[in-house]
Every structure is written in structure tokens, then in C-alpha cells.
């Protein structure tokens, strides 16, 4: 048998036919303002580019795109999420403390 037909063996199932969404843990969501989020400025590991990086969310994957999607419009540049934590290209500390502080949240400017 190949390798691929081994991951699909199952000796016994009960109850239709996935139950995968059973075992899947939701992501506790926290309100915007019982969340402690941290803005900073680093270059580190990235060629000399600053990046501005925000730190400290409780929120879903889905979520954290929406809030991404957000913060790169307003701030006209790129950016992604790495380990839950938002990347936005240049230092544009400012610009987001105060997008995140209209939203509710609690932020803060960390660091140098």
C-alpha cells in the first residue's frame, strides 16, 4: 500500500461522515477593549526594512485577516501576520496607535 492510502484508513467510524469540525478547538475572541495590544518598530531580521509590528491580539485567524486588511488601507502599504501578530511595512506607529485606539482597542507604543 502507498503512503497516501495509509492516512486514509480508518478501522472504525461512527456518526456521518467527518467529524473533524468536533475535535477543532475555537480560538477564545476577547472584546477590543479587554485586549493589551503592543506597537513597535523593528528592522531586525529583515534586510535593514522597518517594519511596524503589533502584537498581543485574542482574536480568530479570520478576524485578525479582516483587522490586517484594515490597518494596510489606511496606512497605504503592505503588510501580513507571522505567529499572531500583525506586520505592517515602514513605521507608521503613530498612524496605527491611533486607527487601533478609534477601534477600542488598548495600544500602546513599545520599544525605541
Same mark, same amino acid.
Do not use: H
Given at each position: 500500500?502507498?503512503?497516501?492510502?495509509d492516512?486514509?484508513?480508518?478501522?472504525y467510524?461512527?456518526?456521518?461522515?467527518?467529524n473533524?469540525? !468536533?475535535?477543532? %478547538?475555537?480560538?477564545?475572541?476577547?472584546?477590543?477593549?479587554?485586549?493589551?495590544? %503592543?506597537v513597535? !518598530?523593528?528592522?531586525?531580521? %529583515?534586510?535593514? &526594512?522597518?517594519?511596524?509590528?503589533?502584537?498581543?491580539?485574542?482574536l480568530?485567524?479570520?478576524?485578525?485577516? =479582516?483587522?490586517?486588511?484594515?490597518? &494596510?488601507? !489606511?496606512?497605504?502599504?503592505?503588510?501580513?501576520? =507571522?505567529?499572531?501578530?500583525?506586520?505592517?511595512?515602514?513605521?507608521? %506607529?503613530?498612524?496605527?496607535?491611533?486607527?487601533?485606539?478609534?477601534?477600542?482597542?488598548?495600544?500602546?507604543?513599545?520599544?525605541?
Amino acid at each position: 500500500m502507498g503512503k497516501s492510502s495509509d492516512k486514509n484508513r480508518v478501522a472504525y467510524w461512527e456518526f456521518g461522515e467527518s467529524n473533524e469540525d !468536533a475535535f477543532a %478547538r475555537p480560538v477564545p475572541e476577547a472584546p477590543p477593549n479587554q485586549q493589551n495590544l %503592543r506597537v513597535q !518598530a523593528s528592522r531586525s531580521g %529583515r534586510g535593514g &526594512k522597518t517594519v511596524t509590528v503589533i502584537s498581543g491580539f485574542q482574536l480568530s485567524p479570520e478576524s485578525l485577516a =479582516k483587522l490586517l486588511k484594515q490597518l &494596510k488601507t !489606511a496606512c497605504g502599504t503592505g503588510g501580513t501576520i =507571522k505567529d499572531n501578530t500583525i506586520e505592517i511595512q515602514g513605521d507608521q %506607529r503613530s498612524k496605527i496607535l491611533q486607527i487601533l485606539t478609534e477601534a477600542g482597542y488598548k495600544a500602546k507604543i513599545s520599544g525605541g
